[in-house]
């Protein structure tokens, strides 16, 4: 399985990603608003839930590694967990290419192919408040600030707002 976009290709996650999926999930700037540092043995554990193909009548995650097409460079990761009513969507993107707009094309273009070829119709993603970026993106493809779990998160032993966003097609 794979989806392209005009600048993006993307596939799903293979046992060859396994540094990307732990640089990403070691990385400070990509972590700040997610969650403090997992150990290797828990992102293995979500790593290896990711892995094996994905059909549209998975309950598994479906993780997508993205590339760039031009320079073949891997830049993060997009999917979701889907429960057979709303899928929750979710990316995780190197910081060198935060403010390109990857994140934005990726999740729209995973929405329209979950939408076309799965029918699922309702989506959601959690963002911890003061992640406005990723709020924006979220905006951007069409999900709407819905819900507000008060002191919900903790990160750094600091507790957060986690910010429900949604969309039904």
């Not at 600030?145 to 750094?156: G, K, P, R």
Request: glycine share 6%.
């Amino acid at each position: 399985m794979q989806l392209f976009t005009p600048r993006l290709t993307m596939r799903q996650l293979q046992s060859r990603d396994w540094t990307l999926f732990l640089q990403l999930h070691r990385e400070p700037q990509v972590l700040r608003y997610c969650y403090d540092m997992p150990s290797e043995a828990f992102v293995r554990n979500r790593f290896e839930q990711r892995l094996g193909n994905w059909d549209t009548s998975s309950r598994d995650p479906l993780c997508l590694v993205v590339t760039d097409k031009v320079s073949d460079v891997l830049l993060g990761v997009t999917g979701f967990t889907y429960d057979g009513d709303t899928a929750e969507l979710g990316y995780l993107f190197m910081p060198e290419y935060f403010g390109y707009g990857y994140a934005t094309e990726s999740l729209r273009a995973v929405i329209d192919w979950a939408w076309n070829e799965c029918k699922i119709s309702q989506y959601k993603a959690v963002v911890t408040r003061g992640n406005i970026n990723s709020e924006k993106v979220l905006s951007k493809c069409g999900l709407t600030h819905t819900e507000t779990l008060a002191s919900s998160h903790s990160i750094s032993g600091k507790l957060y707002d986690d910010l429900i966003y949604t969309l039904k097609l």
